[in-house]
């Protein structure tokens, strides 16, 4: 077949590769490489590459100033590449559920279910911010059986995305509520975060997306390659055997593990999960398998990028990642929807 080539691994394992993918998946890491690097070195204090490289390879003793700098930001650095993958992952698998194109996270209030948990925990009864992802988890969860709950009789395709909208505004409300009970110093502590910036990010919240990350992504890959009965509808599913309520119910929950600790390290991220799938199905295709490693990809380089540019460009004001992916987020959004619609 063109375009194919198959690895042979012995007389019993032929492993068939398709060259747009792979190559489409190696120009993503050199990207990522490369803009990893542009992220250590750019800021309020440029450094040179020979320092980061000094850092990074310490054959010999790095600068002190250099390792405080470096100590700043790595931890963004590796939360902006988990972060990003996580919430793609998470909306290519929801819009595969929703069978709609619009899904993602914050536009179903997935985003915004976790936040309210993470904020009424953290600001209302204290808890410890290792049980804050457990309590982001299971809100963001509650919010998509909600969520998908009110629209399952609404036929319009549409319909899916205005309740999630709509219980994502109410959300919302109630989050701001919260947020102003304690005081101007702690709203603006949770107004930073609530925009998706990864300032306050410390090496215990890179440390936390790792570990989930380490066990989510994996699975996420896993997931991908079995819900190609999904994509043909929950009837035609169920008549080749699939469970397609079970399978949905599973997608959803992993959907909501993927954002509930991104959200509890740096915030929402609205708009990078519908983003992030679009653009790799441009890319590769419609095939979920090989999607949803584009999809990670493009979404850690889009969050990675975007926090370089938010405290690079605009400096003395540094503008919150969030921000700046909500903005292309919305115009993206806009075109999906056009088209979209269906032609006469």
């Known amino acids: 077949m063109r375009g194919e080539i198959t690895l042979r691994l012995g007389r019993a394992v032929h492993l068939p ?6 190559a489409v998946i190696s120009s993503l890491f050199v990207l990522l490489l490369a803009t990893s690097i542009a992220g250590l070195q750019f800021g309020s204090t440029a450094i040179a590459l020979a320092d980061i490289l000094h850092w990074l390879f310490p054959f010999k003793a790095s600068d002190p100033e250099t390792g405080s700098i470096m100590g700043l930001r790595w931890p963004r650095i590796v939360a902006a590449l988990l972060g990003g993958a996580m919430v793609a992952a998470s909306g290519h698998l929801l819009q595969i559920v929703a069978r709609n194109g619009l899904a993602d996270p914050g536009l179903l209030g997935i985003s915004q279910g976790s936040m309210a948990a993470i904020v009424i925990g953290a600001a209302v009864f204290g808890l410890a911010p290792s049980m804050l992802v457990w309590l982001g988890l299971a809100g963001g969860f509650a ?10 009789r609404l036929t319009s395709s549409s319909g899916l995305i205005l309740v999630g909208l709509a219980v994502g505004i109410v959300l919302i409300a109630a989050i701001e509520i919260v947020m102003v009970q304690g005081g101007i110093l702690q709203f603006a502590r949770w107004l930073s975060w609530s925009h998706g910036s990864l300032t306050a990010v410390s090496a215990s919240n890179a440390a936390m997306l790792i570990l989930w990350g380490s066990f989510l992504l994996p699975v996420s890959l896993i997931a991908s390659s079995k819900v190609m009965p999904l ?6 599913a169920a008549g080749i055997g699939a469970s397609p309520r079970k399978l949905s119910l599973l997608l959803t929950l992993l959907a909501a593990m993927l954002v509930a600790p991104v959200v509890a390290a740096i915030g929402p991220i609205s708009f990078l999960g519908l983003i992030a799938a679009h653009i790799a199905r441009r890319l590769v ?3 979920p398998g090989e999607v949803m490693p584009v999809t990670m990809l493009v979404g850690a380089l889009i969050l990675l990028a975007a926090d370089t540019a938010g405290r690079t460009l605009f400096l003395p004001v540094v503008v919150p ?13 806009l075109a999906a929807a056009r088209l979209a619609r269906p032609r006469r």
């Open 321 to 333: 990642a969030g921000i700046l992916i909500s903005i292309a987020g919305v115009l993206i959004f």
């Open 143 to 152: 919010t998509a059986i909600l969520v998908m709950t009110l629209a399952y």
């Open 285 to 287: 295709g419609e095939r």
């Open 231 to 236: 994509l043909l509808g929950h009837e035609q």
């Open 17 to 22: 590769i398709r060259l747009r993918p792979a």
